[in-house]
């Protein structure tokens, strides 16, 4: 076992990793990668017809996933299959389902939606609410990039409300008196876009727990980040954003893709923090690789070095 720092307290709280955990943690990324390389070659081969999967994001979507609480909402994008695996949403049937566009086993959208757009019910089948509190929640996923930074705001807003506003606070369905954060995902290409910093703004003047995580593989389809951000770096472009002495802004976290125990500290230190403080966070986790390209439609040889590749 190891220790891993988990609190930014100098009580130095820790949270032991065991052997046991280490192992299924590794079981689950190369189960994840596996499904990838099949629905690549399923796409390619015919028998599906597009596919964005999540390879080379496995290792930080999975450590998220500890610090994903039952009550808690997702709004992200269509690269978090691993993610899903990880919380139980989605099975590799699942998945594989909703490759197919297969209207009858896809559980999320009954084969309407592009592949890796999950979805968790929000009525049963005789459309009642179902308890939100006891579940892991996440919104319908959208096509549109960076789509779903305005829809986790909401999420993180809906939050802020159950825990300010006292007619708000009595038993219900929805809310844990407002304790339930929202985590979005989004790929660093995306971030360029005005929506993306529309929702940063948005989350900090209006103090919501909203916990974005950015996956930097360093290109958008095929432009590097030269090309696309300030300074080369998200949480650079955003320091300006990052809380100051008077408790203004929000909170900036950077962590390596591959670094699993760095990973786990920044997450543990970061979530607790956004959830205590109900204030935004941003997780900028850095040299993630996309060893299968951007899609099934494009192949990454063309524009991605040697040396990269």
């Not at 992200?76 to 590799?92: E, K, N, P, V």
């Not at 900036?252 to 230190?269: N, P, V």
Request: hydrophobic letters at 35%; proline letters at 3%; one cysteine or more.
């Amino acid at each position: 076992m190891f220790e891993i720092q988990t609190t930014s307290s100098p009580s130095t709280e820790k949270q032991l990793i065991g052997k046991e955990e280490v192992i299924n943690d590794f079981k689950l990324c190369c189960v994840s990668r596996e499904a990838s390389l099949l629905a690549r070659k399923e796409v390619l081969t015919g028998k599906a017809k597009f596919g964005i999967i999540g390879d080379g994001k496995e290792l930080p979507q999975v450590i998220l996933a500890k610090f994903f609480k039952k009550g808690d909402w997702r709004s992200g994008y269509y690269r978090d299959q691993t993610l899903m695996f990880a919380l139980g949403i989605s099975s590799i049937e699942d998945f594989f389902a909703q490759l197919y566009a297969d209207h009858e086993n896809d559980p999320f959208s009954g084969g309407r939606q592009m592949n890796c757009h999950f979805a968790t019910p929000s009525i049963d089948k005789d459309g009642n609410w179902t308890n939100h509190k006891d579940i892991y929640n996440t919104s319908s996923d959208i096509s549109c990039t960076a789509g779903q930074m305005a829809r986790g705001l909401g999420l993180a807003m809906a939050s802020s409300m159950y825990r300010n506003t006292e007619s708000l606070q009595e038993e219900n369905n929805f809310s844990d008196k407002g304790n339930e954060i929202c985590f979005t995902t989004i790929g660093d290409a995306s971030t360029s876009e005005g929506v993306f910093f529309e929702t940063v703004n948005a989350a900090i003047v209006s103090n919501v727990p909203l916990a974005m995580s950015v996956w930097d593989d360093g290109y958008g389809i095929s432009v590097p980040i030269d090309f696309q951000t300030t300074k080369k770096s998200i949480s650079k472009a955003l320091q300006g954003f990052e809380l100051d002495e008077s408790g203004d802004g929000m909170h900036i976290f950077t962590a390596k893709a591959w670094d699993y125990e760095g990973l786990i500290e920044m997450y543990g230190k970061g979530v607790e923090l956004i959830r205590n403080e109900h204030r935004p966070g941003l997780f900028h986790v850095t040299e993630v690789t996309q060893p299968q390209g951007h899609s099934t439609s494009g192949s990454h040889e063309r524009y991605k070095t040697k040396e990269r590749l």
